[in-house]
């Protein structure tokens, strides 16, 4: 398997929207989009990349609201793929619901699944699911304390404030090899998520792709700090993931031109900024494969040498067809690259990514030393 | 020394937005002089700020120029804030300004009111939509608040001439500003690590069973 050598790894994350193609005014079924995520996670497997995350959304235009569905049916199609989210919602999704869900992904991926914890940035699905928003930092940290537990101990008796009680609970099914998902935790600009990574010693990932450097370096740096402040290693030995967010032709110009109709429409930043405002001020890369390894490379300068590096390539109504060509460009020409160039001077003791097989070798490790 | 920021939402060019928020800048640095507290300013004009206003707004972050403008307004130990009335509030620019800067970034800050109109049916500007906007955003209002119609500019022969109420606001604002004294700005980044951390302490100790006194 791939993740089980790689000290990094390259993937794609979708947030899953229907998007009118602003060029020609058509939007995609639901169904469609649902089956061009799929196609797409198969993709990203056939040119060699490792890891697919899917957002969590319960709301119009957003189509993944069930992530494990969706996964496990790539996972059905795939057989090196790492299926992941982007994010999982901790505040309103039930913790014994999420520990059910991924541990039995983990179980029919055969160990290649991690997850993201988030937020979510809608305030009405609190509401929605029978939770107030107001007490979204003390949910966060009761639900991942819950599941926490809920994948490490055999039998649970838990009482909290925010969920009915546990008594006598026990996870079935039970982690694959007793070894839970790795779990990371996903921000765009709290320092709150930053420190319940540290905190537990567990992957930080910055969303990175709608502020400028500045700030993701400040986020990241918290966390390093954090992390060694908590004793789970040196700050250079956290793990840490950051989101990017690419369009290229062979050609830097021919890129610019059939990126802008999508940029200057997309829900997120349009008809705010200029392409090249946006360029300049946050990672957003358009142009040629060469620009985007260049771009790339110049993350670890403000982040230290790191673990996972997610692209957003199908949003914005992009159309499926170029989706899978963007995705053909990473896999070819982009991430061979990086992943050789990453390595450049990159020290031992910083961990690679970290996938199930390598944390069953720290679990059997552990138990032989304890 | 004492450090003035001042924000003018002036649009034309000359302003008498501009040209009122100068003479409350003079007026208060005049009043402070006297008073033995040497006193710095910087002015902030939003005209040329407006794209970036528009775009923090769309995009939820701050260009270089507008972060700038950010850092003048943060570090100040009082603000003078300056609003042409449009449509009897301020503009809609101006409230543009503050819609988009860092969550409390004028918490405890000293805030003198002002704004300009064509005629004075729109003073109340001033206690209707400049002093909630900035109470909410927990500045200290001075109370003495400067409306300037186009006559004011004009007429200095009334008992209430524009001079004269200058001179009353900036003196209000003035001991505003020095019983206050140097303001220590709130860095909510470094709350909100301190009040997770100890959440986090809360909830493992809660957690664990071993921590149960009995």
């Known amino acids: ?97 999420i520990a059910e869900d991924f541990s039995v992904l983990q179980h029919l991926s055969g160990g290649r699944v991690d997850l993201m914890l988030g937020r979510g940035n809608t305030g009405p699905v609190y509401p929605w699911f029978g939770q107030d928003i107001r007490m979204a930092v003390p949910l966060t940290v009761e639900h991942y304390g819950l599941l926490r537990r809920l994948w490490r101990e055999k039998v649970v008796d838990w009482s909290g404030e925010f969920r009915g009680a546990l008594q006598g609970f026990t996870l079935a099914p039970q982690p694959l090899d007793g070894v839970p998902p790795f779990v990371w935790h996903g921000s765009i600009r709290t320092p709150e998520i930053a420190e319940l990574a540290a905190f537990y010693g567990d992957g930080f990932f910055a969303n990175h792709i709608f502020w400028p450097p500045s700030h993701t370096k400040r986020m990241v740096d918290i966390y390093r700090r954090r992390f060694e402040h908590h004793k789970h290693g040196a700050a250079d030995q956290a793990i840490v993931g950051l989101g990017g967010q690419v369009f290229m032709r062979p050609n830097s110009q021919d890129a610019v031109t059939e990126f802008r109709p999508y940029f200057d429409n997309a829900p997120v930043y349009g008809h705010g900024p200029s392409l090249e405002e946006f360029t300049a001020q946050t990672p957003l890369t358009v142009g040629s494969p060469q620009e985007v390894i260049d771009r790339t490379l110049g993350f670890r300068d403000y982040v230290g040498d790191y673990q996972r590096q997610l692209f957003l ?58 | 020394m004492t450090k003035l920021t001042i924000v003018t939402g002036g649009l034309r060019e000359p302003s008498s937005t501009r040209l009122l928020a100068d003479r409350l800048d003079e007026a208060v640095r005049a009043e402070l002089a006297e008073q033995g507290v040497p006193a710095t300013s910087t002015i902030i004009e939003l005209r040329p700020l407006g794209r970036a206003i528009m775009d923090a707004m769309l995009t939820g972050f701050a260009g270089a120029d507008l972060e700038a403008a950010f850092e003048a307004v943060g570090s ?62 927990h500045a200290v209002v001075s109370p003495t608040g400067v409306y300037a119609a186009t006559d004011d500019f004009g007429a200095q ?58």
């Open chain 2, 157 to 214: 022969h009334t008992a209430s001439g524009l001079s004269e109420r200058i001179g009353r606001a900036s003196a209000d604002f003035a001991r505003l500003l020095r019983s206050c004294g140097p303001r220590q700005r709130r860095d909510v980044f470094a709350e909100e690590l301190t009040a997770m951390e100890s959440l986090l302490q809360k909830a493992t100790r809660d957690d664990d069973p071993g921590s149960v006194e009995d």
């Open chain 1, 1 to 97: 398997m791939r993740g089980e050598m790689a000290a990094m790894q390259f993937g794609i994350f979708t947030v899953g929207d229907v998007t009118p193609d602003p060029t020609t005014g058509r939007e995609p079924t639901e169904a469609k989009r649902i089956h061009s995520s799929v196609a797409i996670a198969k993709k990203a497997e056939e040119v060699g990349l490792d890891v697919f995350a899917t957002g969590e959304h319960h709301n119009p235009p957003f189509v993944p609201s069930s992530p494990t569905t969706l996964l496990g049916f790539i996972a059905a199609q795939t057989t090196r793929l790492i299926l992941s989210t982007s994010t999982t919602l901790i505040t309103t999704n039930d913790p014994v619901k």
């Open chain 2, 76 to 137: 100040a130990d009082g603000l003078i804030a300056v609003t042409p009335a449009f449509n009897a509030s301020y503009s809609g620019l101006f409230k543009s300004f503050f819609d988009v800067v860092p969550e409390e970034i004028l918490s405890d800050m000293p805030v003198m009111i002002a704004a300009t109109g064509g005629t004075e049916r729109h003073s109340l500007v001033l206690e209707h939509a400049m002093r909630p906007m900035f109470s909410y955003l």
């Open chain 1, 313 to 370: 390539v199908d949003h914005a109504g992009l159309p499926l067809k170029t989706v899978l060509e963007q995705l053909d460009l990473l896999g070819e020409e982009v991430v061979p690259v990086l992943r050789k160039e990453f390595q450049v001077g990159r020290p031992e003791h910083v961990p690679d990514a970290p996938t199930h097989e390598s944390l069953v070798r720290a679990a059997e490790q552990a138990g032989e030393s304890a």
